[in-house]
C-alpha cells in the first residue's frame, strides 16, 4: 500500500511538473486581421469628403486583446498613394521594425499589402492606430486599441456592465490632399471646422445603458490640432487608467484630453431615466468647437433637452491643477504580476539632462516648426534601414540636447542615446499655444510641470513618488513639463509633436536607443517580409 501512495505522489509530482513546463513553454495567443484601406466618401460635418476607410469603416475596425498576445495586421493598401500605420502608445518591445513611423518603415505601395506581426507586450490599457504617412490623419484611417489585463492579474475595479470607446478631436471639411496642399506651400492651417466623437459631428452617436449600472468610456484624442474636454451631463467620472496605467480613482465632473491622450473613465448610470449630452468641446480655441452624442437609459423617459453642459474653455490653471492630480495607483497590478509602485522612479539617478524647446521659424520663406532650432527632414530611406544597411545618413548627435537659440535649419535629426541610461527630458514651450509630446517606444514618468522657465531648481518640486506613467504629455504655453525616462528598448524611436500640421512641418525628431551588443536579447532582427525602400530596395532582409 505504501508503495502504491509512493507511486501516485511520484505520478503527480510528474504530472505538475510536465504541466509546468508546458506552461512555460506555450505559445502567448495570436489574433489575426486582414485589412483593406480604401478611399470613400464621408459626410462627418454634413459635407461630402474622400475618407480613408479601413474595411469600409470610418473610424477603422477596433482591436480588442489581452496583454501579451501577437497581433498579426495583414494591411493592404488599395489608396493611390504609398501608405502606413501606426501604433499610438504600443511600446513595440525589441521591436521598432514594427512601429510604423516613416522613420523607421518603408510606406506600403498602392495594391500592395504588408503584415505587421506585433506584440502587445506586457502592456494593458487603451491606445490607438493612425496613418503616418503624409497628412493621412486628416482622412481618417484611425482606430481604437484595447488591452486587457490577463485573467489571474487583478484589475483594481469591478466588471463594468460595458466598454465603449471614444474617438474624439478636431477636423477639417477640406480634403487632406488640400490640406497637405496648403502645408507644402508654407503657410500653417486655420482653425478646424468642426469636433468628431466616432467619425460624426453633433447628436451623430447614442450610447445605450441600463439604469443604476457602471460603465468604461475609454476616450481617446486623435484630432490634429486642439485639445478638448470631455463630460457626461449629469454624471461624474471616475478615472482608473490613462495610456497604460491604473491611476488613483480620482472623480471629477470633466476632463481635458490633449492631443494623443487616451483615458479610461467609469461612469454610474444613477441618474434618473432620461437621455443625457455627451459632449467633447475644444480647449484654448477661440470660438469654441463642440460636438455631442447622447447617453441613453434603455429605461428612459425622455430625449435630451435644452444647452449642452458648459465646460473649461481657455484657463489654463483649472487644466494644470487638474494634470497634477492625476496620480499612478502605486496598489494596483501592473501588466506584469507585479505592484505599479514596485518601480521606484524617484530613487534612480538621471545620467543626462535633455531640454526641448519647440518653435515656429520661417526657414526659406515658408512656415515651419521645429525642436532645439531642428525643423525635421525626412530622408531618402527610413532612418532604421539607413542605419541597419550602414548606409549613411543616420548621424545621432545631429539634434542638440539644448535649445539653441538660435534661428532654424532643416536636418534629418536624429539623437543618440545609450541602451539603459536613464533620463530627465524637460519640454520647454516659449510659445503661446499649448504643445502636446508623444515618445514611441516607451512611457515616461511626468515628475513635473509648471509655468514660466525651466531651471535646475525647479526639481526640488518634482513628484518622485507617485506620478502617472504615459506616453504622451501635455506643455502649456509658456511653461515646461520635465519628464523621467528609462531608455531600456533598444530601437529608432519617434519623438513627435501631435499637433498634426507641426509634425508633418518638422516638429519631431528620431531617438536611436542603441546597443552594441547586438544581440537578439536586445532587439528582434529585421523582419523577413520588411518592405525595402530607397537605397536600400534590393537588399535581402534576413535568410529566415
Request: net charge positive; hydrophobic share 35%; proline share 7%.
Amino acid at each position: 500500500m505504501k508503495m502504491k501512495d509512493n507511486n501516485r505522489v511520484l505520478c503527480s509530482i510528474v504530472f505538475l511538473f510536465l504541466s509546468v513546463i508546458s506552461t512555460i513553454n506555450a505559445e502567448d495567443p495570436y489574433r489575426f486581421f486582414d485589412w483593406v484601406v480604401t478611399y470613400g466618401d464621408i459626410y462627418p460635418l454634413g459635407v461630402k469628403q474622400q475618407g480613408i476607410l479601413i474595411n469600409g469603416q470610418f473610424p477603422g475596425p477596433q482591436i480588442d486583446s489581452v496583454t501579451n498576445d501577437n497581433l498579426i495586421i495583414n494591411v493592404l493598401n488599395n489608396l493611390t498613394e504609398p501608405f502606413l500605420l501606426s501604433w499610438n502608445g504600443l511600446q513595440q518591445r525589441r521591436n521598432s521594425w514594427q512601429d510604423g513611423m516613416p522613420g523607421t518603415n518603408c510606406p506600403i505601395p498602392p495594391g500592395q499589402n504588408f503584415t505587421y506581426i506585433l506584440q502587445v507586450k506586457d502592456q494593458i490599457g487603451s491606445f490607438f492606430y493612425f496613418p503616418s504617412t503624409g497628412f493621412h490623419k486628416a482622412a481618417g484611417g484611425f482606430g481604437g486599441i484595447t488591452i486587457a489585463s490577463r485573467p489571474r492579474i487583478p484589475v483594481p475595479f469591478p466588471p463594468p456592465a460595458g466598454d465603449f470607446f471614444i474617438l474624439a478631436g478636431d477636423w477639417y471639411k477640406s480634403n487632406h490632399t488640400d490640406l497637405k496642399a496648403t502645408l507644402d506651400g508654407g503657410s500653417n492651417l486655420p482653425l478646424p471646422d468642426g469636433l468628431l466623437i466616432n467619425g460624426r459631428g453633433s447628436n451623430g452617436h447614442t450610447f445605450t445603458v441600463g439604469q443604476g449600472k457602471t460603465y468604461r468610456f475609454r476616450i481617446s484624442n486623435v484630432g490634429l490640432a486642439s485639445s478638448i474636454n470631455f463630460r457626461i451631463q449629469g454624471h461624474k467620472m471616475k478615472l482608473v487608467e490613462i495610456e497604460g496605467s491604473h491611476t488613483l480613482q480620482n472623480t471629477y465632473s470633466s476632463l481635458d484630453v490633449h492631443l494623443g491622450q487616451s483615458y479610461s473613465v467609469l461612469v454610474t448610470m444613477d441618474q434618473p431615466p432620461n437621455d443625457y449630452y455627451i459632449v467633447a468641446s475644444s480647449r484654448f480655441t477661440s470660438p469654441v468647437l463642440m460636438a455631442t452624442s447622447t447617453l441613453h437609459y434603455s429605461n428612459s423617459g425622455g430625449k435630451v433637452s435644452g444647452p449642452p453642459p458648459g465646460g473649461p474653455t481657455i484657463q489654463i490653471d483649472w487644466s494644470l491643477n487638474q494634470a497634477r492630480s492625476i496620480r499612478w495607483n502605486l496598489t494596483a497590478s501592473a501588466a506584469r504580476p507585479n505592484p505599479q509602485g514596485s518601480y521606484h522612479y524617484g530613487l534612480i539617478n538621471t545620467t543626462r539632462t535633455i531640454r526641448l524647446a519647440n518653435s515656429a521659424p520661417i526657414i526659406n520663406g515658408k512656415q515651419r516648426f521645429a525642436v532645439n532650432s531642428v525643423s525635421f527632414i525626412p530622408g531618402d530611406t527610413p532612418l532604421k534601414l539607413a542605419d541597419y544597411f550602414n548606409l549613411g545618413g543616420v548621424t545621432p548627435g545631429s539634434i542638440p540636447d539644448n535649445p539653441t537659440g538660435g534661428g532654424g535649419y532643416l536636418q534629418t535629426s536624429v539623437m543618440g542615446a545609450d541602451f539603459r541610461a536613464f533620463v530627465e527630458i524637460i519640454f520647454e514651450n516659449p510659445e503661446d499655444t499649448v504643445q502636446s509630446w508623444h515618445v514611441d517606444g516607451y512611457n515616461f514618468f511626468v515628475v513635473g510641470m509648471d509655468g514660466g522657465q525651466w531651471t535646475p531648481a525647479s526639481r526640488l518640486n518634482y513628484n518622485l513618488r507617485d506620478t502617472a506613467s504615459r506616453c504622451t504629455v501635455q506643455v502649456y504655453p509658456k511653461s515646461w513639463t520635465a519628464l523621467y525616462m528609462g531608455l531600456d528598448n533598444v530601437g529608432m524611436w519617434n519623438i513627435r509633436s501631435e499637433n498634426w500640421a507641426r509634425q508633418y512641418l518638422g516638429q519631431q525628431f528620431y531617438l536611436r536607443v542603441f546597443s552594441p551588443a547586438r544581440s537578439w536579447r536586445d532587439e528582434y532582427p529585421i523582419p523577413k517580409n520588411a518592405l525595402l525602400c530607397g537605397r536600400a530596395a534590393g537588399r535581402k532582409t534576413r535568410p529566415l
